[in-house]
C-alpha cells in the first residue's frame, strides 16, 4: 500500500488504449480520483480528463489502492478502492455506501495486485499455502452486497513472487508466477476465466536468483501471448540481467530472453520495477531502478540514464505505460501529473 498523501496508480486498457488514474486522499479525508488521457501519443501528451472528488470518507492513516481493469472506465457498472487494516481486506465502490471486508487468514498473501471484473466486482488473488483464493466482492446495485472467498487452483507451495493483470477485454485474468528451485528460476502463468484454469510453464538457463527489492512485470495482449519480465542476479559473479519469459498457450511453450546488465556493479542497485507498453499482442519491456544514491535511473543499451534525482530508497514505482510511452505521477494530491521520460 502506498502513503495516504502519495497517488495510488492505475492503467485501464483494454487492448486498443489506456486510461490513466490516479487516486489520493485529500486534506479532509474525501477519496479522489484524476484521469488522464493521452492526448498525443506520438509527443507524449497526456492532459487532465476528469477530477472527481467522491462521496467516500477514508480512514485516518490508511493507504489507497486501485485495482487494475481490463476495460475502459465508462465500460464498468463500479468502480473500487480498497484498504488494508490488519487482517481485514476492505474494499468499498464508488456508487454504494457500505464497506466490505475479508478476513485474511494468518500467512495469506496476497497477490499484486486486485482486478476489476466487467461485471464491476472486485476480486482480489491471494495464497494460502499452495491454494489460490479468488476474494469477490459484490456492491449489490441489483441486489444484496456480499464477499466470498472461492479456491481458484492449487499447487504444492505458494510462489515466491506473483503478479495478476486483467486479461484486455476480457473476463479473464493472468497470474504470473515465478520461484527458485536450486539455483535456476521457474516461471509459471495461469490464465483463469471462470473456473477454468490453463497452466504453462517454463524454466529459466543460467544461475540466477531474484533481485531483494524488485517489482515483476506481466504483459498480457487481446491474442493472451503473456509474458513475465523480472530482474534477477548471477549466482556466479552477482551482475544484474532482465529476464523475459514470453509464453505461447496454443504451441504450449515458453521462450526466455535474457539481457545482460554488466556495466552495472554488482548490488549497486537499491531496488527494482520491470514494466511493460501497453501493445496489442508484442511484449515491450524495460526497467527502472533507484541507484545507491537514491536517484531513479533508466536502464537500457548499455547506458543508465537518469530520470529524476533523490526519490529515495523507499521509492514506489508510481509508473504509468500507453502503448508507446512511459510516465511518472509525481506531486501530491490535486497537484499530482504524470512526467514523459
Known amino acids: 500500500m502506498q502513503a495516504p498523501t502519495a497517488a495510488s496508480t492505475a492503467v485501464f ?3 486498443r488504449s ?5 487516486a489520493f486522499v485529500d486534506g479532509n479525508g474525501a477519496l479522489c480520483t484524476l484521469e488522464f488521457h493521452e492526448t498525443r501519443a506520438d509527443t507524449g501528451e ?7 472528488e467522491w462521496d467516500k470518507r477514508a480512514p485516518g492513516g490508511m493507504g489507497l489502492l486501485i485495482p487494475q481493469a481490463g476495460e475502459m472506465l465508462a465500460k464498468l457498472d463500479e468502480f473500487w478502492w480498497m484498504w488494508r487494516e490488519g487482517s481485514l481486506l476492505f474494499g468499498q465502490a464508488v456508487h454504494s455506501p457500505l464497506v466490505l471486508a475479508v478476513v ?3 500467512g495469506e498473501r496476497l497477490v499484486e495486485r486486485p482486478v ?4 464491476g466486482e472486485l476480486h482480489a488473488y491471494a495464497w494460502r499455502g499452495g491454494r489460490l483464493i479468488r476474494h469477490r466482492y459484490v456492491a449489490g446495485r441489483d441486489g444484496q ?8 487452483w492449487e499447487t504444492a507451495t505458494a510462489p515466491l513472487r506473483s503478479v495478476c493483470a ?3 477485454g476480457g473476463d479473464g485474468v493472468l497470474i504470473g508466477m515465478v520461484d527458485e528451485t536450486g539455483d535456476v528460476l521457474t516461471a509459471r502463468v495461469l490464465l483463469v476465466r471462470g473456473t477454468n484454469v490453463t497452466e504453462l510453464e517454463g524454466v529459466t538457463e543460467g544461475r540466477y536468483r531474484l533481485m531483494g527489492r524488485h517489482r515483476m512485470g506481466v504483459h498480457v495482449g487481446v491474442k493472451r501471448r503473456p509474458a513475465l519480465g523480472l530482474m534477477a542476479e548471477s549466482r556466479d559473479d552477482g551482475a544484474y540481467a532482465l529476464l523475459e ?5 496454443a504451441k504450449g511453450e515458453c521462450v526466455w530472453r535474457r539481457t545482460r546488465m554488466e556495466f552495472l556493479a554488482a548490488g549497486s542497485l537499491q531496488s527494482a520495477g520491470v514494466f511493460f507498453h501497453k501493445s496489442q499482442n508484442t511484449p515491450e519491456a524495460f526497467v527502472l531502478a533507484v541507484d545507491g544514491v537514491g536517484d531513479l535511473v533508466w536502464l537500457r543499451k548499455r547506458i543508465v540514464e537518469l530520470v529524476r534525482a533523490g526519490v529515495g530508497g523507499d521509492y514506489g514505482y508510481p509508473i504509468l505505460t500507453t502503448m508507446q510511452n512511459r510516465y511518472e505521477a509525481v506531486g501530491v494530491g490535486r497537484e499530482t501529473v504524470l512526467r514523459r521520460f
Open 104 to 106: 485474511l487468514e494468518g
Open 13 to 15: 486498457y483494454d487492448g
Open 18 to 22: 489506456a486510461e490513466m488514474i490516479c
Open 145 to 152: 452486497p456480499s464477499v466470498s472467498a472461492e479456491n481458484v
Open 116 to 119: 476489476i471484473a466487467p461485471n
Open 166 to 168: 486483467p486479461v484486455p
Open 245 to 249: 519469459a514470453q509464453f505461447d498457450f
Open 46 to 52: 497526456v492532459e487532465l480528463f476528469r477530477g472527481v
